[in-house]
């Protein structure tokens, strides 16, 4: 209705407030069911490839959307409060919509496979498999493997049984995954970006066309960082691992953030802007990317929900805590970066000594993976 009407009435307030309220209800299923989908349907040797691709075509959509923002007229411009513009920007994402919905009905049509065994479809979920997987020896072996894992699950995974034995330590793992990647300051960095390709922390301070142009540049060039990163880490995940990728990635985060940190500190935004860049590449290549694909190897879909959960529980307090600890009172922005520092420090010997490579396993190895019952009763037969 917004789109045809130039008033500003409370009846549009009220549409956009359920537009932003429903779009982040999509975004919470997004974040939980999409990784699970992708894990439940690809072959092992091609899970970790295939999971990246969520994480890319989330960059490519911050990517269009930073693009699109460009034109946004700014205080500067003639037609500043007068202007149409927005309405394209919220008209454009109905292209994507559109595209998932004809793919839902047209090209993905059927269940995954682990789900019709639940169900007791055998013969459909075989034949899904071998839609998947080139030997038709290769599919009925993992039919076998998931009437194995329904067999030994004696009743539907509650969100109590994740904290009890048998997966306490894979949803421990999946929280502490969740808060390493938002505490690695990916957040933080994007928060304060603005300020720093703008060269000022001053918020008074009045922002001329030429220094709008270049933050509008590197607004973009952060998007095309994210998405470059996003495709290289599809095209090393499987040779690097889960985990060496992990460990690369954020012990790269935790190099750029101490260097962010003492430019920040000197006051030499010149410099600065492109750590900003660094961060968004070396967090796009590992714990952007690789969370998702990690939570659905280990965890069933209600544990994918309590680290993705834990994922937006951090990201509010990292919205709200933030500007609190980083104003002068207390840490100042530079203190800020090296408590993420820190918190990626922690991360490292965390990955190091805890986490588990789950490379190549079946989804029924690598929900195992952290299960010391099944563990020894593989072990004994």
Same mark, same amino acid.
């Given at each position: 209705?917004?789109?045809?009407?130039?008033?500003?009435?409370?009846?549009?307030?009220?549409? /956009?407030?359920?537009?932003?309220?429903?779009?982040?209800?999509?975004?919470?299923?997004? @974040?939980?069911?999409?990784?699970?989908?992708?894990?439940?349907?690809?072959?092992? *040797?091609?899970?970790?490839?295939?999971?990246?691709?969520?994480?890319?075509?989330?960059?490519?959509?911050?990517?269009?959307?930073?693009?699109?923002?460009?034109?946004?007229? @700014?205080?500067?411009?003639?037609?500043?409060?007068?202007?149409?513009?927005?309405?394209?920007?919220?008209?454009?994402?109905?292209?994507?919509?559109?595209?998932?919905?004809?793919?839902?009905?047209?090209?993905?049509?059927?269940?995954?496979?682990?789900?019709?065994?639940?169900?007791?479809?055998?013969?459909?979920?075989?034949?899904?498999? *071998?839609?998947?997987?080139?030997?038709?020896?290769?599919?009925?072996?993992?039919?076998?493997?998931?009437? /194995?894992?329904?067999?030994?699950?004696?009743?539907?995974?509650?969100?109590?049984?994740?904290?009890? *034995?048998?997966?306490?330590?894979?949803?421990?793992i999946g929280i502490t995954l969740a808060w390493l990647q938002q505490f690695s300051g990916i957040n933080a960095v994007n928060f304060y970006s603005t300020k720093i390709f703008s060269g000022t922390?001053?918020?008074?301070?009045?922002?001329?066309?030429?220094?709008?142009? @270049?933050?509008?540049?590197?607004?973009?060039?952060?998007?095309?960082?994210?998405?470059?990163?996003?495709?290289?880490?599809?095209?090393?995940?499987?040779?690097?691992?889960? &985990?060496?990728?992990?460990?690369?990635?954020?012990?790269?985060?935790?190099?750029?953030?101490?260097?962010?940190?003492?430019?920040?500190?000197?006051?030499?935004?010149?410099?600065? &802007?492109?750590?900003?860049?660094?961060?968004?590449?070396?967090?796009?290549?590992?714990?952007?990317?690789?969370?998702?694909?990690?939570?659905?190897?280990?965890?069933?879909?209600?544990?994918?929900?309590?680290?993705?959960?834990?994922?937006?529980?951090?990201?509010?307090?990292?919205?709200?805590?933030?500007?609190?600890?980083?104003?002068?009172?207390?840490?100042?922005?530079?203190?800020?970066?090296?408590?993420?520092?820190?918190?990626?420090?922690?991360g490292q010997v965390f990955l190091v000594l805890v986490v588990k490579e789950t490379k190549g396993l079946s989804l029924y190895q690598s929900q195992n993976l952290y299960n010391d019952d099944a563990?020894?009763?593989?072990?004994?037969?």
């Open positions: 209705f917004f789109f045809f009407n130039d008033t500003a009435t409370t009846e549009i307030y009220t549409e /956009q407030i359920v537009g932003s309220v429903r779009c982040v209800q999509e975004t919470g299923i997004n @974040t939980s069911v999409v990784p699970l989908y992708i894990r439940e349907i690809s072959p092992a *040797q091609l899970a970790g490839i295939t999971g990246c691709f969520h994480q890319f075509s989330i960059s490519v959509g911050i990517l269009s959307s930073l693009l699109l923002g460009w034109k946004t007229p @700014t205080e500067s411009d003639s037609d500043y409060g007068t202007s149409n513009y927005w309405k394209l920007m919220f008209a454009v994402p109905i292209i994507p919509s559109v595209v998932r919905i004809l793919g839902l009905f047209i090209v993905f049509q059927n269940d995954t496979p682990q789900f019709l065994i639940l169900q007791g479809q055998e013969a459909e979920a075989e034949s899904v498999l *071998q839609s998947l997987y080139s030997s038709q020896q290769e599919a009925q072996n993992q039919v076998n493997l998931m009437k /194995q894992e329904v067999s030994e699950q004696s009743s539907e995974i509650t969100l109590g049984a994740l904290f009890e *034995q048998k997966y306490l330590k894979a949803t421990l922390f001053d918020p008074k301070a009045v922002i001329s066309q030429e220094v709008q142009q @270049t933050v509008n540049l590197f607004n973009a060039l952060v998007g095309v960082t994210a998405v470059s990163a996003s495709l290289i880490a599809i095209l090393v995940v499987e040779k690097l691992g889960r &985990k060496s990728a992990l460990m690369i990635g954020n012990f790269l985060c935790l190099v750029v953030l101490v260097f962010l940190s003492y430019f920040i500190y000197a006051q030499n935004f010149g410099i600065s &802007k492109y750590f900003v860049l660094l961060h968004t590449f070396a967090f796009n290549i590992s714990l952007g990317p690789l969370l998702s694909v990690y939570l659905a190897d280990i965890l069933p879909a209600k544990g994918i929900s309590i680290g993705i959960f834990t994922h937006w529980i951090c990201v509010i307090i990292i919205g709200f805590g933030f500007p609190i600890i980083s104003s002068p009172n207390v840490f100042n922005t530079h203190g800020g970066f090296i408590l993420f520092a820190i918190c990626c420090l922690v563990k020894q009763k593989d072990s004994e037969n």
